[in-house]
């Protein structure tokens, strides 16, 4: 079974502080990629990585950044939060596959920014 | 326009019925296509992929209608369980593999 996990389920940060949010994910997939899910919004893609060390822009990437050092690891990081970062954050991986290919999902973290 | 749009809903259906949900997408040149199931508070998961000649699994149809980009899931006889938002999924063409979810369709089977 593909296992995609998220380092915290629920988070509570005050405004300006660092966040710090992890993925692993234990399938060996090349893609790895972060989203936010908010009503009525839906799956908004941040950022997506397709190797080590590679990292692209998603369709809302401000106020945010990533690192992708291991294979299995995607790190979202919040340089300084912001009330409008509320929300739930969700990574997921895939393998290589022309045309897209079916993405795992982790649990998600619900992040409070206060 | 949306990239992938469909009916928020809610539906709400009897034990037992017929309901269909429809989606549609504005790439023509999409090339992979996807339902997923979110529960509620959970992550989204695969619950088919749809092919251009149509496919099933268990009470579950899923149909593609590339000359209208139009994506549709049937399901028979539902069940309690089934009670999910359903989300319609398009592979784009471009670099890194990307998915483009729609909003979903809110289901509730009741009694």
């Known amino acids: 079974d593909v296992k995609v996990t998220q380092s915290s389920r629920y988070l509570v940060k005050r405004t300006g502080e660092k966040v710090f949010l992890e993925c692993v994910q234990d399938?060996?997939?090349?893609?790895m990629f972060w989203y936010r899910q908010d009503p009525g919004l839906g799956l908004r893609l941040i950022y997506f990585?397709?190797?080590?060390?590679?990292?692209e822009k998603g369709d809302i990437p401000e106020g945010y950044s990533v690192s992708r050092e291991k294979k299995e690891r995607f790190s979202l990081i919040l340089e300084s939060a912001s009330t409008n970062q509320t929300s739930m954050y969700l990574c997921a991986s895939s393998l290589i596959l022309a045309g897209g290919n079916e993405q795992f999902f982790g649990p998600g973290t619900r992040l409070t920014v206060l | 326009r949306k990239e992938v749009e469909q009916d928020p809903g809610p539906f709400n259906v009897p034990e037992g019925a017929t309901v269909a949900f429809n989606c549609t997408y504005s790439?023509?040149?999409?090339?992979?296509f996807f339902w997923y199931r979110q529960d509620c508070r959970k992550e989204p998961k695969l619950l088919m992929s749809?092919?251009?000649s149509g496919n099933e699994d268990g009470r579950f149809t899923a149909q593609l209608n590339r000359a209208s980009q139009y994506i549709s899931l049937l399901i028979r006889d539902s069940k309690l369980s089934d009670s999910a938002t359903y989300l319609c999924?398009?592979?784009?063409?471009?670099?890194?593999?990307?998915?483009?979810f729609g909003t979903g369709t809110q289901l509730k089977v009741e009694l």
């Open positions: 790439n023509s040149a999409s090339q992979s």
């Open positions: 749809v092919y251009s």
């Open positions: 399938m060996d997939h090349e893609n």
């Open positions: 990585s397709y190797d080590v060390k590679m990292k």
């Open positions: 999924v398009v592979g784009s063409t471009g670099g890194g593999n990307k998915l483009t």
